[in-house]
């Protein structure tokens, strides 16, 4: 495969020619955590219980891909958190949580072009309905953490869909919520950094990887190496 080719300080592309019309595209979904926010959720609910080390090292092998098992991946860390109070969500999404840089200015961008906007994530629906509010997303995708008596019993809730939004039901909800549309995966955009992002970046007609690790640079056709995620707007016109 060819190197990607930077064509601004901090912004690579490969396998296409920009600009390309935003416009042709009718759907971008996006990960959650330290993708269109600054943290790993699970890493900060952990540190309410001086976890944070531990569940940090499971997470960081995950994205880089060293963990293959997701799944199995957030059960381990899921299970370290037993007998969390549900109220250190709440402090993590009040004192921790930021939307990363770009991220209000690249879904308004898309929805003035007509764009739906999926927010899929392997992270979880505490924080992804706050986020889906905050900046006006059309579909949110995540897990649940369980809890009981006001603390996590350390399991995730099993929802209609399943129990754990891993790489390859991020791969089918993209699919799923194009179709739903009308759509054809190339009219989709994914963003995402980590390697469970890759399953649903490999569907779509446009890959971005942001601030990513580097399994995924190598693969998407945009990489946002530097600056916030409306630089994709560089080659989106």
């Not at 935003?22 to 976890?51: Q, R, W, Y």
């Given at each position: 495969?060819?190197?990607?080719?930077?064509?601004?300080?901090?912004?690579?592309?490969?396998?296409?020619?920009?600009?390309?019309?935003?416009?042709?595209?009718?759907?971008?979904?996006?990960?959650?955590?330290?993708?269109?926010?600054?943290?790993?959720?699970?890493?900060?609910?952990?540190?309410?219980?001086?976890?944070k080390a531990?569940?940090?090292?499971?997470?960081?092998?995950?994205?880089?891909?060293?963990?293959?098992?997701?799944?199995?991946?957030?059960?381990?860390?899921?299970?370290?958190?037993?007998?969390?109070?549900?109220?250190?969500?709440?402090?993590?999404?009040?004192?921790?949580?930021?939307?990363?840089p770009g991220?209000?200015?690249?879904?308004?961008?898309?929805?003035?072009?007509?764009?739906?906007?999926?927010?899929?994530?392997?992270?979880?629906?505490?924080?992804?309905?706050?986020?889906?509010?905050?900046?006006?997303?059309?579909?949110?995708?995540?897990?649940?953490?369980d809890e009981?008596?006001?603390?996590?019993?350390?399991?995730?809730?099993?929802?209609?869909?399943?129990?754990?939004?891993?790489?390859?039901?991020?791969?089918?909800?993209?699919?799923?919520?194009?179709?739903?549309?009308?759509?054809?995966?190339?009219?989709?955009?994914?963003?995402?950094?980590?390697?469970?992002?890759?399953?649903?970046?490999?569907?779509?007609?446009?890959?971005?990887?942001?601030?990513?690790?580097?399994?995924?640079?190598?693969?998407?056709?945009?990489?946002?190496?530097?600056?916030?995620?409306?630089?994709?707007?560089?080659?989106?016109?």
């Open positions: 495969m060819k190197a990607a080719r930077e064509i601004s300080p901090g912004l690579a592309i490969q396998r296409f020619t920009p600009p390309l019309k935003l416009a042709d595209f009718k759907l971008i979904a996006f990960d959650m955590d330290s993708t269109l926010i600054n943290i790993e959720c699970i890493d900060e609910i952990a540190d309410a219980v001086g976890k531990e569940v940090a090292a499971i997470t960081e092998a995950t994205m880089r891909g060293e963990i293959k098992d997701f799944k199995e991946s957030l059960r381990r860390r899921v299970a370290l958190l037993q007998g969390v109070p549900v109220s250190a969500l709440q402090e993590v999404y009040d004192q921790r949580l930021r939307l990363n991220a209000e200015a690249l879904v308004a961008a898309c929805k003035a072009a007509g764009l739906k906007v999926l927010l899929v994530s392997g992270g979880f629906t505490f924080f992804a309905t706050r986020v889906k509010d905050r900046l006006g997303i059309d579909f949110a995708r995540s897990n649940l953490l009981a008596d006001g603390k996590l019993t350390g399991r995730v809730a099993l929802q209609s869909w399943g129990d754990i939004c891993d790489g390859a039901e991020k791969r089918r909800t993209l699919l799923e919520v194009a179709s739903l549309i009308g759509i054809s995966p190339a009219e989709c955009i994914a963003v995402g950094d980590g390697a469970n992002d890759l399953p649903m970046m490999g569907e779509a007609g446009l890959s971005v990887a942001y601030h990513a690790k580097p399994k995924v640079r190598e693969e998407a056709m945009v990489a946002i190496n530097d600056g916030g995620l409306d630089r994709l707007l560089e080659v989106l016109r």
